[in-house]
């Protein structure tokens, strides 16, 4: 029997034009745009479709973007949705909630835009950074970024997407010396990010608690299907929705820890919604066994359709 899930995509996924196709041929794509825009105040739509990149690539755009883009894929297939689960890498959480329920459209937007804000502003340019760990197991990153920080400064552990590999951030002078010591901790490959920021690491501490203020004023409503939460790999509770937003910022992201929990509960289909294929790349690492499609034009629209047999 097939069980599906559906996952969103987190930040580093967008691209100037993405979504367009569906803004073009369907209504209710349409409406969520134009929903954005009157959120925001800003025409966030022209920024999407064209850009520049350097503008896209604004935390604080790029968050009210995905969530855009993402909800206008969603409300397109909202009428043939099966999935029994939601989840999503980041920013991507917001999606999912915001897909089941949890919240209506516009408060989300307008929560991603100030999250994004907060995030970007957390840490002053070039102080923070970020680094892929590639080809290691999870223990041996823990190692290098204990032994980083206890020499160097602040590296911890921000994200764990899939088997061999595991994102780190933290202060820039130990981002640099982590490259250079990687090898000895049996890490094949050590990459510098381009980001602005060491997202999920204790130094975005005060993005959340400034976010924590914005989630107080929120009303939750209870998902209408299991919503997991990257930072614990629960499944989210009305009553801790805030809270773990909050967490969320400066913890790391526990993807894979995810994907296997539902795969352990009988999901053998995931379906990425949104921009990229980063998450159905993820996912297939994790276990080959499983389906992984993404949609985030007309073309993988009607693929899934053909797949679903709708």
């Excluded at 350097?54 to 099966?82: C, G, R």
């Excluded at 890498?89 to 917001?94: I, N, V």
């Excluded at 890490?187 to 501490?205: D, E, G, N």
């Excluded at 499983?290 to 993988?300: D, F, L, M, P, T």
């Amino acid at each position: 029997m097939n069980k599906t899930a559906f996952v969103f995509p987190g930040q580093g996924a967008q691209y100037a034009g993405m979504g367009k196709d569906f803004y073009e041929s369907f209504k209710e794509s349409r409406e969520i745009f134009h929903r954005a825009n009157e959120a925001l105040g800003f025409d966030i739509r022209k920024i999407i479709f064209e850009g520049p990149d350097d503008d896209l690539s604004k935390t604080k755009i790029t968050q009210p973007a995905l969530l855009t883009v993402s909800m206008a894929i969603y409300e397109a297939l909202k009428k043939i949705d099966t999935a029994v689960v939601m989840g999503g890498l980041s920013l991507g959480e917001y999606s999912a909630l915001t897909a089941a329920g949890a919240m209506d459209f516009e408060t989300a937007v307008r929560l991603v835009y100030k999250r994004g804000s907060y995030m970007q502003n957390a840490v002053p340019l070039g102080e923070g950074g970020m680094l892929a760990l590639l080809g290691c197991r999870d223990e041996y990153a823990l190692a290098l970024c204990r032994d980083v920080t206890g020499r160097y400064g602040l590296l911890e552990p921000a994200n764990f997407n899939c088997p061999g590999q595991v994102v780190a951030g933290g202060k820039m002078s130990a981002i640099d010396k982590a490259l250079d010591i990687a090898f000895r901790f049996n890490i094949k490959r050590a990459v510098k990010l381009q980001v602005s920021a060491p997202f999920h690491t204790s130094m975005l501490k005060p993005a959340g608690e400034r976010l924590k203020k914005d989630l107080k004023e929120i009303i939750f409503r209870n998902p209408d299907r299991k919503i997991i939460s990257n930072v614990d790999t629960e499944y989210h509770n009305v009553d801790e929705i805030a809270e773990k937003l909050e967490k969320q910022v400066y913890s790391p992201v526990r993807w894979e820890a995810c994907v296997r929990k539902m795969i352990g509960e009988g999901v053998n289909t995931f379906v990425e919604i949104g921009p990229g294929k980063t998450l159905s790349g993820f996912i297939k690492k994790i276990d080959k066994n499983v389906k992984a499609i993404n949609i985030e034009n007309i073309q993988g629209f009607h693929a899934y359709l053909q797949f679903a047999g709708a």
